[in-house]
């Protein structure tokens, strides 16, 4: 980690309620990340990881603190929500496909609607994209036509016609058959060449171990633990950590 | 080390095919179930014999008062319609310009036929609209051209079902599509509209819509502004539909996944870029038969405009028969000849929802 550059993403005592419930889901989080650099995020479900990735593209807004996005702080101005979008790609649990359009439809939405660029150029772009994720032979059909790995990897496809500086994975294997994980994840250690910042909430420690420069570990809102994966793993510094990791990695 | 062998697919047994196979299976599986089967039959036969008896072998189809008068209960009187149909179709309309009615009718008809195409579905259609209602209003309205002018409240039978229902349903599926979104807005004042206006017309049946929309407004309007009754019409039919497609639509929008909004949130997508592209096309696709069922709703509905003394469809087939004592006796026939018509109509909308339901069901592939 360069800790003499400016952070690309920054949480101030950041604190965020539901508005729902009141449920008090992250508390006094105070976190950098530095540009480019590789972090895997951790804990038991309901400790706000999910929750904390969110707020880095707006889908989740906060009450307390500050939350810094490249230079942008994110708030109520909607001008600055724009921008950060435009520069942080997101994959999700669900994939989130679109079932109405096409696996190419669905990557040239973006470009050619927000970044307005010419449907030719957007096709051609989108095309890398889905080379690099190998599933350019799918591109006319429709997602739901696709196994549950082929459709995260057209996610992460879609994702990547933003050309994001950050890209962001909530939980992008927990939905898939056992079969379909490595493939996935493949594609993500392969991304973790080119020089984007990810984030990346996942239990699959193996990834961490092999591509994070960083884990952190959450538990009930806060930031319990944070450090490379190998002193992490090998020697987690609290109660709560080791207690996590003895039943993950139990059997 | 085994080698792993595939047992090859093969059909599914005991399905025997041909038509004969189908009777057994179906119809006469027990001795209980023939004699059912046979019993129904004899019914049905008979039924339609008798039917037929009085449709067909002993009916009168000539304009003859006398033989009608001669098979009443035995045969049906078809003159009936020979006599009246012309009235019934076209209502208090003008006989000598009737052909206007019937070409306006025609081309607006014909209009709503290419717009159900998909492959017609660019930007030329909202002109083609224009130019239709245009030409539309020429014809039935005149007054220019050298067309003698007709008020509107001479419009009547077919061609103002056919109208009311095309218009109201236009300027009603935009209006509940805007509506349905507005509940679910962030907004609160225009949620409040929004729900405020489902509720109230909702609560009202239409006949008390149309009523108001044609005695109540006009004592709103400022001394000299008239608007024409049959404005106010389709105001109060467009306003009805509109607040049950707006509900229709929200239980489809309901029913999409926030990750699709979610999804199109990160890709940087405005609101209405999202409502446009995703959410529309995925929550108005599930509701085609709910949506159908509100048009074909509607189509019937606008036989209560006779409240308000405009003589559709049905209004005209009263408008002819009451009038007449000789003929008033014949109204079972011509009754059914205005069933026929919409049942005709509304067959074909529910067909035709059939079909886009299909057709959009490709993209899904489930």
New interface residues.
């Given amino acids: 980690m360069t800790s003499n550059a400016t952070p690309i993403i920054e949480f101030k005592g950041v604190n965020k309620w539901y508005a729902s419930n009141g449920y008090h889901v992250l508390r006094d989080v105070n976190l950098q990340f530095a540009k480019g650099e590789k972090v895997v995020i951790c804990g038991p479900s309901g400790s706000g990881k999910s929750t904390l990735i969110r707020c880095i593209n707006a889908l989740e807004e906060y009450q307390e603190g500050t939350l810094t996005v490249d230079g942008t702080v994110l708030g109520d101005d909607l001008k600055g929500i724009d921008q950060v979008r435009r520069e942080v790609g997101m994959v999700f649990q669900q994939f989130n496909l679109f079932p109405h359009l096409t696996v190419m439809e669905n990557l040239i939405l973006s470009p050619t609607w927000v970044a307005k660029m010419p449907r030719k150029e957007a096709i051609d772009k989108a095309m890398v994209q889905l080379e690099r994720v190998r599933i350019a032979e799918h591109a006319n059909k429709y997602p739901l036509q696709l196994s549950g790995g082929q459709q995260q990897r057209v996610a992460i496809a879609r994702a990547l016609c933003l050309t994001p500086k950050i890209m962001l994975f909530d939980e992008p294997t927990s939905a898939l058959d056992p079969e379909m994980i490595k493939e996935v994840l493949d594609v993500m250690v392969e991304l973790t060449s080119q020089g984007m910042t990810m984030l990346c909430v996942t239990h699959e420690m193996g990834f961490a171990k092999a591509v994070a420069d960083r884990v952190i570990f959450m538990d009930q809102g806060q930031v319990v633990e944070q450090a490379p994966p190998q002193q992490f793993f090998d020697a987690p510094q609290t109660d709560r950590a080791q207690d996590f990791l003895s039943k993950i990695l139990g059997h | 080390m085994h080698v792993f062998k595939s047992i090859e697919a093969r059909p599914m047994p005991g399905q025997s095919a041909g038509p004969l196979a189908w009777l057994r299976v179906n119809l006469f599986s027990s001795t209980s179930n023939s004699v059912m089967t046979l019993l129904l039959l004899a019914l049905g036969v008979w039924t339609l014999m008798s039917s037929m008896d009085w449709a067909l072998v002993h009916a009168v189809f000539g304009a003859n008062l006398q033989a009608c008068n001669d098979v009443r209960g035995v045969g049906a009187c078809w003159g009936v319609i020979t006599e009246k149909g012309r009235l019934i179709v076209m209502g208090r309309y003008p006989e000598a310009e009737h052909w206007r009615p019937v070409i306006a009718t025609a081309l607006m008809l014909g209009v709503v036929v290419i717009s159900c195409m998909p492959r017609f579905w660019n930007k030329a259609l909202p002109l083609i609209w224009a130019l239709m209602l245009v030409v539309y209003f020429i014809l039935m309205k005149g007054g220019l051209m050298g067309l003698t002018e007709v008020d509107t409240d001479q419009w009547g039978g077919f061609p103002l079902t056919v109208m009311l229902t095309v218009i109201s349903m236009t300027l009603a599926f935009p209006l509940a599509i805007f509506v349905a979104l507005g509940r679910r807005s962030n907004m609160p004042a225009i949620k409040t509209l929004c729900t405020l206006y489902v509720e109230l017309i909702r609560g009202v049946p239409l006949i008390t819509v149309l009523f108001m929309a044609s005695f109540m407004l006009p004592l709103f309007m400022p001394e000299g502004v008239k608007i024409d009754v049959l404005v106010r019409v389709v105001v109060g039919i467009t306003l009805f539909s509109a607040a049950y497609m707006a509900e229709v639509i929200r239980g489809g929008l309901q029913a999409l ?1 926030k ?2 909004t ?8 405005t609101y209405w ?1 999202t409502q446009r ?2 959410v529309l ?2 929550a108005l ?1 599930t509701v085609v038969p709910s949506i159908m069922n509100t048009f074909i709703g509607l189509f019937k509905d606008t036989s209560l405009v006779t409240i308000v003394s405009l003589y559709e469809l049905t209004g005209a087939l009263g408008l002819a028969l009451n009038s007449d004592a000789d003929w008033r006796p014949f109204k079972i026939e011509a009754y059914l000849f205005i069933t026929f018509i919409y049942f005709a109509f509304c067959f074909a909308m529910s067909r035709y929802s059939l079909w886009i339901e299909e057709r ?1 069901a490709v ?4």
Avoid: H
């Fill in positions: 996944p990750g699709q979610e999804a199109a949130a990160t890709l940087g997508l870029q592209m995703i096309p995925q696709a959009t993209s899904k592939v489930r």
